[in-house]
């Protein structure tokens, strides 16, 4: 394929990062990464723009279903080429990367994207052997509404690969709104925002009994590297373990298979 379009900013950035982005001619509005994706034409926002995505005549459209069930019957109805994938998991991510590589022919540069995955995914499980104890975290993925990680999602897979326990285990959703006394409920060791700043964390009433904020144990991430399942989650599961090396095993040495 030679012309591709993706409606999902995590197959977007895993198509550069194979080596193959100068393919891409239309992307949606919230792909950002690579930086030279926002010189591409947009054909989604809150909903596609069909019109203008087939005057980009496209020979294949990408999109990760799981995440926008409803464009199927759409790209059907329009007899457009497409290929569907199931990314939010840490194994959908893997046959994700495997399936682009072979659809795109770059199958070695997928081997050696799956290589670096299990590389640093052996070195995360055998540094968080090394924990005293596992701390409990909790990670805000939005402000507005205020949710977190729940069970099953995507983003406690990595938690525990990193040697965390998600303290929202108790939840009902994958992800999930708290109001200040379910998080009161649930007293993580650690908060790691994504959206909210720290300031704004700290500034909020009834937060400051907050184990993690007591503790002073409330850290930023990048919300790219750890809700969007691309090659990138190495960088974020290697920063997320970092993080909570120095509550979960304070007498260690920094030093590791990750640095």
Excluded at 136 to 150: D, N, Q, R, T
Aim: with cysteine.
């Amino acid at each position: 394929y030679s012309k591709l379009v993706s409606l999902t900013p995590s197959l977007t950035e895993t198509i550069f990062a194979l080596g193959a982005g100068s393919r891409v001619v239309g992307v949606c509005q919230a792909d950002d990464f690579p930086v030279c994706v926002k010189q591409l034409p947009v054909v989604s926002d809150s909903q596609v723009n069909w019109e203008k995505l087939l005057s980009l005549k496209p020979d294949c459209v990408v999109v990760d279903t799981q995440l926008s069930p409803s464009l199927s019957p759409q790209l059907d109805k329009l007899g457009l080429n497409w290929v569907g994938f199931h990314s939010q998991s840490l194994s959908g991510y893997c046959q994700t990367l495997e399936r682009l590589s072979q659809l795109l022919e770059v199958q070695a540069n997928g081997r050696a994207l799956l290589e670096d995955f299990e590389r640093v995914k052996s070195a995360c499980l055998a540094n968080s052997k090394k924990f005293a104890r596992r701390p409990s975290v909790a990670i805000e993925i939005s402000k507005e509404p205020l949710m977190f990680a729940g069970p099953g999602s995507y983003v406690e897979e990595l938690l525990h690969l990193a040697g965390g326990r998600n303290a929202c285990v108790a939840a009902k959703e994958s992800y999930i709104a708290l109001n200040l006394e379910q998080l009161l409920h649930f007293d993580p060791d650690i908060i790691i925002l994504t959206d909210a700043s720290k300031q704004e964390v700290l500034a909020k009433p009834g937060w400051q009994v907050l184990r993690a904020v007591q503790m002073s144990n409330i850290y930023q991430m990048e919300e790219s590297i750890l809700v969007r399942p691309t090659p990138r989650l190495l960088q974020g599961l290697a920063q997320l373990q970092k993080i909570l090396v120095a509550v979960a095993n304070p007498n260690a040495s920094k030093a590791g298979p990750l640095e």
